[in-house]
């Protein structure tokens, strides 16, 4: 910390507020950087369509009169 000039001259709140903002900063970088790597795909969502499906076709299934 001795390379921010004036650091050491600033209130212990602004001191808290200048590191509360650097791991914030930090933290959404490494967020939007893991998103992006990854491909920003939401598989949850996609095999939660997919379990929706699948539900409403055994439903409608079961609704069709057999023909026995």
Same mark, same amino acid.
């Given at each position: 910390m001795a390379? /921010? /000039?004036g650091?050491?001259?600033l209130p212990p709140k $602004?001191?808290?507020l200048v590191v509360a903002g650097g791991l914030t900063t930090f933290v959404f970088g490494v967020y939007f950087y893991t998103m992006r $790597?990854?491909?920003g795909t939401d598989e949850l969502q996609?095999?939660?369509d997919k379990f929706e499906e699948q539900k409403s076709k055994n439903e $409608?299934? $079961?609704r069709m009169p057999s023909k026995v």
């Open positions: 390379g /921010l /000039l650091y050491r001259s $602004a001191k808290n $790597a990854v491909g996609t095999a939660i $409608a299934e $079961a």
